[in-house]
C-alpha cells in the first residue's frame, strides 16, 4: 500500500483500513464534484447546497467502495481464504486475502463478487431515484442519487476490464486456471495481459497530456503505474511460495559456513575473510561456541584508522531470537519474516549450536532457478 493504514471500524468481522492516499482522493473529488459536476447539474443551486451534495457523494462512494470489497471479503470467507480487512487507498480499496483461492473456480466467484456488488448497488440507486423522482425530492437529492448510480456502474464495468490484479483481470485467470490447472502459468499470462493494458493507458494518458488535458491525461497514467506494479508483485509474490513450498531452511541455507574468532582485529577481518572469501557476514565462534556474527554494515561503523586496534570482540552482534532460526524453520516462514523485519542475514542453530548461515541471496538463486525452470 502507500503508507500506514489507520483503522476506522470493523464490519462483519473484517477490519475496515483507510491509507492516507484515500484522504488525497476524497478531497479531490469533493473539489471536483462542487466545481465542475453538480454546477452543470444544478445551475441554480447556491454554494453552500453544492458543497454539501459533493460532500454526501463522496461519502456515498465511500461506502460504494466498502459494500464492493465486502463482497470479496464475504465469498472469500465462505470459500476458505482467509482476509485480514479491507483498505480504502488513492485507487479505491482492496480486501487484503492473505492466501491465494484453491481453485480456478473459488477465484472466479471471489472475483465476480465485486463488480456484481456495484452493479447492483447502481441498479439500487436509480431505483431510489425513481422514488425519489416519484415523490417530489428536490433535484440536488436526485442528482446525489444519478451520480452515486452512474459512478457504480462506472466501477462495475471498469473493474471488469482484464488488467490484474483488478477483479477482470482475477476473472481472466480464474478461466486460465480452471482450464490450464497450472495457477502459475496462468498469472504470468494474466500479468502478461495486464501489462499490455497498462501500456494502453499509458499511451492514452499520454495522448491526453500532449493535447491539453493535464487532469484527465495524467490518472490513466497513474493507475498504468499501479498495474504494472503490484500485478508484478503479485507474481513474484506467487513465484516465490511455489519456489519455496514444502523446503525448510537446511535445505538453502550454506553449511559449515566460514567463521571468524572473536580475537581477529577487524583489519584482518576484512582482508582474510570478507575480501579473500567474498562474503559480507560471517558467525563469530570461539570454542565451538557461537558467539554472534559481524558483518560489513558493523565494520562501517568503525573508522577504517581504528580497524587495526578493534577486534571483532569489541563489535559482535550477540546471537538473540531476532537474528537466529531453526535449521527445521519453513523456508517460505522465514522469508516472511525477512519481509517483515528486513533482515536479509540469519545465523542456522540446531541442537548442538552453529549449523549455517542463510541469507536472502539464497533464497533468490532458487527463485531464480524456479523461474527458468517452471
Not at 130 to 152: D, K, P, R, W
Not at 241 to 247: E, I, K, S, T
Amino acid at each position: 500500500m502507500w503508507g500506514k493504514a489507520i483503522k476506522i471500524t470493523q464490519l462483519r468481522g473484517f477490519d475496515i483500513k483507510i491509507d492516507a492516499s484515500w484522504l488525497l482522493i476524497a478531497a479531490l473529488m469533493v473539489w471536483s464534484l462542487s466545481t465542475t459536476y453538480f454546477p452543470s447539474q444544478l445551475p441554480d443551486a447556491d454554494r453552500p447546497t453544492i458543497w454539501a451534495i459533493s460532500v454526501i457523494a463522496m461519502l456515498g462512494l465511500f461506502g460504494s467502495l466498502l459494500l464492493h470489497e465486502l463482497a470479496h471479503a464475504i465469498v472469500a470467507r465462505r470459500f476458505g481464504v482467509e482476509v485480514s480487512g479491507i483498505t480504502l487507498f488513492l485507487f479505491g480499496g482492496v480486501a487484503e486475502l492473505q492466501s491465494e483461492p484453491l481453485s480456478g473456480n473459488t477465484e472466479f466467484w471471489i472475483a465476480i463478487a465485486g463488480p456484481f456488488a456495484s452493479l447492483s448497488i447502481a441498479l439500487a440507486f436509480w431505483f431510489i431515484e425513481l422514488l425519489a423522482y416519484f415523490a417530489g425530492l428536490s433535484e440536488a437529492v436526485q442528482s446525489v442519487l444519478s451520480y452515486l448510480a452512474i459512478i457504480n456502474l462506472v466501477l462495475a464495468l471498469f473493474n471488469l476490464l482484464p488488467a490484474f490484479p483488478m477483479d477482470g483481470g482475477r476473472v481472466l485467470r480464474a478461466w486460465l486456471w480452471a482450464r490450464s490447472g497450472d495457477l502459475l502459468v496462468s498469472t504470468r499470462t494474466a500479468v502478461t495481459v495486464s501489462t499490455f493494458f497498462a501500456y494502453g493507458l499509458i499511451a492514452l494518458g499520454l495522448y491526453g497530456v500532449f493535447s491539453g488535458s493535464m487532469v484527465s491525461g495524467i490518472w490513466p497514467v497513474l493507475i498504468a503505474l499501479f498495474l504494472l506494479a503490484t500485478s508484478r508483485a503479485t507474481l513474484i509474490q506467487l513465484e516465490t511460495r511455489v519456489a519455496l513450498d514444502g523446503r525448510t531452511v537446511a535445505s538453502l541455507m550454506t553449511h559449515d559456513p566460514w567463521t571468524v574468532d572473536p580475537s581477529l582485529s577487524l583489519s584482518e577481518l576484512v582482508n582474510r575473510v570478507f575480501l579473500k572469501r567474498s562474503i559480507s557476514f560471517a558467525p563469530v565462534v570461539e570454542n565451538d561456541t557461537l558467539l554472534g556474527y559481524v558483518d560489513t554494515q558493523i565494520v562501517h561503523k568503525i573508522d577504517r584508522e581504528h580497524w587495526t586496534t578493534t577486534i571483532v570482540e569489541d563489535v559482535v552482534e550477540p546471537t538473540a531470537p531476532d537474528n537466529t532460526v531453526s535449521f527445521d524453520m519453513m523456508a517460505l516462514d522465514l522469508f516472511k519474516l525477512m519481509q517483515k523485519t528486513g533482515r536479509r542475514k540469519f545465523l542456522v542453530v540446531g541442537a548442538h549450536g552453529l549449523v549455517g548461515v542463510i541469507t536472502l541471496s539464497n533464497m533468490m538463486a532458487l527463485l531464480n532457478v524456479s523461474r527458468d525452470i517452471r
